[in-house]
């Protein structure tokens, strides 16, 4: 029992040393198992290894490893892993297999720590890897590595059917790509059309649109045709309404006239002065209706010279109408004519200016003419006194041409000196001109430097990037090492050493960077200070190349000064020859002879009447270009008149559309509303006609009950008067017989 505890005790320490030993800087471990999405579960932890001793059996050393990995989430990029990475994770493993086999023998040590307290005295035991006990050990590491794997070769297959998917994705993307451009041809296709039949549209609606015009127009002679016959259905209807008026007038005076001839024959017994009073009023009333038809017949009368005033009134404006245009095509005619005058008088001025254009130049030959016999006359004398004139100004030449000589000795030693201030500020320029070029090339050296620093880091990089492969080769190397000689301590002496020497490097190699880093901070230094230097010579080199400039803007303005002076020289020089000319000429005009004041105001007198000549020609050449320019304001004025005179029109002819719409829409509501009303009046008369008929049948049957009745009295009566107006002319007859018997009587008695 004791012997096989001290094998596994001193199995487990010298593991513990190693795996301490071989992973001194590292403490975690991760594990990736791979997740569903493509999403590893990944997470740092101290990874966990329990050594468990059997309690039945004593004499057994079997013993059983377990690793407790807990997961972590890294995600996975299935489409851009190589293969490559998945053999170099596939490393990883390993190594993390080998930190948790570590970790967990780190922690059954701490866990038994008080056991090793007590088991330290025993001698430690080497394993052979061919041992039992590693047996088991050795299949649950190979065991875990075909699972890895196997899980590795499904991730590529993974990998590869999540390639092939996105293949198929952007085969199927390019073919929906095709297609929607096929249908973009196809709405463009579509566009053009309908753009066509937009065009065509277009068309067809502005035709409709003038049809439209016609028929407004149409419409708008049909509106005043039937407002025409409306009116005239008014005038018609007015008539009617007055002849019903007199017809009902009538009805009621032969109903009057009806009652008075039963009021006559009813009152014909009772006296004759009612008779003639009822007489007198039947003539009243014929009076009054021959009153009211006389006035009929003027209202007709009227009607019918309304009528004539309005044709006459037609008449009169067709005629006025006519009037208009023909004023129109004659004021046409008058401005065609004016038109025509314009153009005739601007050939005239042309003209006129042409023919002043050849009097003046005839007039300029005859003075050319003229001068040049005086001129010929006054040589003569002129070149007598020429001579000495020209001795005197030989004379006077000779002294301007030695101050002129002064002058430009002083202006030439002037030069000299500014030639030599030059030669020393481009002895200046040149030196620092060399200065630039030194610190260009000092520059190009330091740039070179830092390139090659910048070449050594690079090789330098890439030497750490090799030390760090080969401290992983050195891993790997180390962790088959251990695999082979687990119970060798030299190895872990010589690896120990062997992590020492690599620690040293590292540390050397840490150094050595941080030195290059230096170098580089000292070379963009310098490379700084260069660029300060050179900013420096190159305002340097700014201020003398302003110098320089100033020094060249001195010796031009000499030199201009010198040029302006000898030009003044030659001026004063001209202007006294011209004076000496004119001094010349006067004296030759004069013949040579000097002349009193009054010839001279006469030939001053001439030369202003010369001058004013020219001025009147002037003056004539101005008024004919202002009379052309006029005459091309006249036409543009005229035109602007014209073109004002057509938009007032056009406004005037808008305004009364304007008008005349409004006016008809005011009609039409008008008419509208007296229609509305003429209807309410209709149906009020509807009714009133239809009561007055109930009332009028009612009337009628009395009236001729009533008629019968009195028709019945009347011959009634007419019986009864027949009968007095017998026995009346019976007794008339008795009393004149009995008259005749006393007149007889009285004759006889006589």
Known sequence: MRWSDGITDSMDMSLSRLWEIV???????????????GVRMTQPTKPRL???????????????????????????????????????????????????????????????????????????VVLDPDH???????????????????????????????????????????????????????????????HDRHSIAACTRQQKEEELQRVRLLYAKTCETANEERKKLAALQTEMETLALHLFYMQNI??????????MKQ?????????????????????????????????????????????????????????????????????????????????????????????????????????QVKSMDVELEAYKKSIMKEEEKNEKLASILNRAETEANLMQKLTSQCLTKEEALQNEFNTYRLTLLDTEDALGKAHVEYTATVGELQTLHQAIQHEQELRRKMDA?????????????????????????????????????????????????????????????????????????????????????????????????????????????????????????????????????????????????TWLRLQQEMVKVTQEREEHLVSLDMSKKEIHILEQKKIRIENKINQEKKEQKQIERHMKDLDNDLKKLNLLMNQNRCSSEELQQDNLATEGEFVRSLKASERETIEMQEKLNQLSEEKAAVLNSLVEAE
């Open 23 to 37: 992973l001194s800087d590292e403490t975690t471990a991760t594990t990736s198992i791979p997740f569903d999405g």
């Open 50 to 124: 329990t050594y468990k001793r059997p309690a039945d059996n004593k004499h057994s050393i079997n013993s059983s490893i377990t690793f407790a990995v807990p997961p972590l989430l890294v995600p996975l990029e299935p489409d851009t892993q190589p293969r490559e990475g998945a053999a170099s994770s596939f490393l990883d493993r390993i190594q993390q297999l080998s930190m948790v086999e570590e970790g967990g023998l780190v922690e059954t040590v701490e866990s038994e720590g008080s056991d090793e307290a007590e088991e330290d005295r025993c001698q430690l």
């Open 132 to 194: 039992p006990l590693m047996i088991r050990f050795q299949a649950a590491l190979k065991s875990y590595l075909n699972r890895q794997i196997e899980k590795l070769r499904l991730e590529l297959q993974e990998l590869s059917v999540a390639t092939k998917q996105s293949r198929v994705q952007r085969q199927e993307l390019g073919v929906n790509l095709y297609g929607v451009q096929q249908h973009l041809a196809r709405l463009q296709m579509q566009l053009e059309k309908s």
């Open 254 to 263: 032969d109903q009057d006239v009806r009652d008075d001839i039963q009021v």
């Open 267 to 371: 009152v014909v017994k009772k006296s004759e002065a009612q008779r003639m009073r009822a007489e007198l009023e039947k003539k009243q009333q014929d009076l009054h209706v021959d009153q009211l038809t006389t006035r009929a017949n003027q209202l007709e009368e009227q009607t019918a010279l309304f009528e004539a005033q309005y044709h006459a009134q037609a008449k009169d404006t067709q005629m006025l109408r006519k009037a208009v245009s023909e004023a129109c095509t004659e004021i046409e005619a008058i401005s065609m004519e004016k038109k025509h005058i314009l153009q005739q008088w601007a050939t005239s001025l042309v003209g006129m200016k042409h023919r002043d254009e050849a009097h003046r130049t005839i007039q300029e030959a005859l003075s050319e003419c003229q001068h």
């Open 477 to 621: 190397s180390i962790m088959e090492k251990l695999k082979e000689h687990m119970t060798s301590n030299k190895m872990t002496k010589y690896f120990h050493q062997l992590i020492l020497k690599l620690q040293k490097e590292k540390t050397n190699l840490v150094t050595h960077l941080s030195k290059i880093d230096g170098d580089i901070a000292q070379t963009t230094l310098d490379i700084t200070n260069t660029n300060c230097r050179l900013d420096m010579h190159q305002k340097i080199l700014a201020e003398l190349d302003k110098e320089v400039k100033k020094v060249n803007d001195l010796i031009n303005n000499s030199e201009n000064e010198i040029s302006r002076r000898t030009i003044l020289i030659e001026r004063k020089q001209g202007l006294i020859n011209f004076f000496n000319k004119q001094l010349e000429q006067m004296v030759s005009e004069l013949g040579g002879e000097e002349v009193g004041p009054l010839e001279l105001e006469i030939k001053r007198l001439t030369k202003l009447i010369e001058e004013n000549n020219t001025n009147v020609t002037q003056a004539q050449v």
